[in-house]
């Protein structure tokens, strides 16, 4: 296959990311002992019509829209309340399903006049990866050099406080999408992608740039990095590591999509997180034609897509 261009890397991007939700959702809460093989057209958990993204997806593109426009999470906020209240950026209008806990905690805290970025609950127990499966968007819409690492960085963490505020999620969607743009410029070396990210992060939240330092930033990069369970579970650190080893022991799109669903447990937004990046890695043309014409939605789904190629290309 061809090395696939920056445009088809945001392609696949997005349409990895929700072909991993939608292939993920027959097989949520399920034990790894009992997924089997992986296949498209799965009925199971919610009995939806296959090709049918959850709140991953709609939350993923309700994100890309708003920051087609500009980066500001008040507009984010309300997109989001569209999702959950109108059905907005879901596959022929059929309706938020599957919803977590901290996010519906957050939009009923949006609607009674929370500022959006003070919204997502802060607490010990509010580290789930709600936040994390939708963040993509802003790693594929930061242009370089405009948008550098301080700016970069700021718009994650900002972006994951509407819904999760707890510091460690914050720190991981930075991960995320520090790591997600180093792969659009096409290092073919996916580890050291990692590797980058992280000394990058650690180096910034350690104020060796114009940013001070924050010991809470670091302490919860420390955590991240010292996590060994790969479960595909809802905690943002699992959630992150087993989406990354899917993604990073594979040798394609489909492979990266299985071994993701074989975690078991969250595993829509475990291949959703890991389908945004294998996604960029492969492009568009690495993704299985079955999956993606079998996907629906593709009328609200490919304008956006067509917006970010123009402005982020």
Same mark, same amino acid.
């Given at each position: 296959?061809?090395?696939?261009?920056?445009?088809?890397?945001?392609?696949?991007?997005?349409?990895?990311?929700?072909?991993?939700?939608?292939?993920? /959702?027959?097989?949520?809460?399920?034990?790894?002992?009992?997924?089997?093989?992986?296949?498209?057209?799965?009925?199971?958990?919610?009995?939806?019509?296959?090709?049918?993204?959850?709140?991953?997806?709609?939350?993923?593109?309700?994100?890309?829209?708003?920051?087609?426009?500009?980066?500001?999470?008040?507009?984010?906020?309300?997109?989001?309340?569209?999702?959950?209240?109108?059905?907005a950026y879901t596959p022929d209008g059929d309706g938020a399903f599957d919803v977590g806990t901290t996010t519906r905690h957050?939009?009923?805290?949006?609607?009674?006049?929370?500022?959006?970025?003070?919204?997502?609950?802060?607490?010990?127990?509010?580290?789930?990866?709600?936040?994390?499966?939708?963040?993509?968007?802003?790693?594929?819409?930061?242009?370089?050099?405009?948008?550098?690492?301080?700016?970069?960085?700021?718009?994650?963490?900002?972006?994951?406080?509407?819904?999760?505020?707890?510091?460690?999620?914050? /720190?991981?969607?930075?991960?995320?999408?520090?790591?997600?743009?180093?792969?659009?410029?096409?290092?073919?070396?996916?580890?050291?992608?990692?590797?980058?990210?992280?000394?990058?992060?650690?180096?910034?939240?350690?104020?060796?740039?114009?940013?001070?330092?924050?010991?809470?930033?670091?302490?919860?990069?420390?955590?991240?990095?010292?996590?060994?369970?790969?479960?595909?579970?809802?905690?943002?650190?699992?959630?992150?590591?087993?989406?990354?080893?899917?993604?990073?022991?594979?040798?394609?799109?489909?492979?990266?999509?299985?071994?993701?669903?074989?975690?078991?447990?969250?595993?829509?937004?475990?291949?959703?997180i890991a389908g945004g990046l294998a996604g960029i890695y492969w492009g568009i043309g690495g993704i299985p034609h079955e999956?993606?014409?079998?996907?629906?939605?593709?009328?609200?789904?490919?304008?956006?897509?067509?917006?970010?190629?123009?402005?982020?290309?």
């Amino acid at each position: 296959m061809t090395e696939p261009t920056r445009a088809d890397r945001l392609s696949g991007a997005v349409w990895g990311h929700l072909i991993g939700d939608a292939m993920g /959702v027959p097989y949520e809460f399920r034990d790894a002992s009992a997924i089997g093989v992986v296949r498209w057209g799965e009925r199971g958990t919610y009995e939806e019509p296959p090709g049918t993204w959850s709140d991953d997806g709609a939350l993923m593109l309700a994100l890309l829209e708003s920051l087609l426009d500009g980066f500001d999470t008040t507009d984010q906020s309300a997109r989001f309340l569209d999702w959950h209240d109108r059905a907005a950026y879901t596959p022929d209008g059929d309706g938020a399903f599957d919803v977590g806990t901290t996010t519906r905690h957050a939009l009923d805290r949006i609607r009674d006049g929370v500022p959006p970025e003070d919204a997502g609950p802060t607490g010990g127990r509010s580290q789930a990866n709600g936040s994390l499966m939708r963040i993509l968007p802003i790693a594929l819409t930061a242009r370089e050099p405009e948008v550098k690492l301080p700016e970069l960085v700021a718009r994650a963490q900002r972006a994951s406080r509407v819904t999760h505020g707890h510091v460690t999620c914050q /720190v991981a969607c930075a991960l995320y999408v520090v790591t997600a743009r180093d792969l659009l410029r096409g290092d073919p070396d996916r580890g050291r992608a990692l590797e980058v990210a992280r000394r990058r992060l650690r180096l910034f939240y350690a104020g060796s740039g114009s940013a001070p330092r924050s010991d809470e930033h670091v302490a919860a990069l420390d955590r991240i990095e010292a996590w060994t369970e790969r479960a595909g579970r809802g905690g943002v650190i699992d959630s992150f590591w087993s989406a990354w080893d899917a993604f990073a022991g594979a040798a394609s799109y489909r492979e990266t999509i299985a071994r993701a669903i074989g975690y078991g447990n969250d595993t829509d937004t475990t291949a959703a997180i890991a389908g945004g990046l294998a996604g960029i890695y492969w492009g568009i043309g690495g993704i299985p034609h079955e999956w993606l014409d079998g996907m629906r939605g593709h009328d609200l789904v490919d304008p956006l897509v067509e917006r970010l190629r123009l402005t982020s290309g």
